[in-house]
């Protein structure tokens, strides 16, 4: 499924406009721009690149290396028994807990 839709009604909403602002801002009509957003048609990059930088926004595409420490931190929970995993999944839902409560304290 293209991405494209999605990134062309999430600008325009970002941006406070209608699709037919949007689309005078780019020469063409409302009717078209809402093809775009149900992904009726599929635009090139550079299309939605023009969409997304007509509302106001910068899109940005680019291309970075797999992390390895990714897997290695797969791999060191695979490693763990499921009573290790257990704990450590408690001791996060515990920190999430108090890092909550923290936030809604300072709130007050």
Same mark, same amino acid.
Not at 28 to 33: G, L
């Given at each position: 499924m293209s991405l494209a839709p999605q990134l062309i009604r999430e600008a325009r909403k970002r941006a406070g406009l209608t699709q037919a602002e949007l689309a +005078? +801002?780019?020469?063409?009509?409302?009717?078209?721009?809402a093809r775009l957003e149900r992904g009726a048609t599929a635009p090139s990059l550079e299309r939605v690149r023009a969409l997304v930088e007509a509302s106001g926004l910068k899109l940005r595409v680019g291309i970075s290396p797999v992390e390895d420490e990714d897997w290695a931190a797969v791999a060191r929970n695979l490693a763990l028994t499921p009573e290790q995993r257990w704990d450590k999944a408690v001791a996060s839902a515990q920190f999430v807990q108090v890092g909550r409560a923290a936030v809604r304290a300072a709130r007050r």
């Open positions: +005078r +801002r780019v020469g063409t009509t409302q009717s078209v721009i």
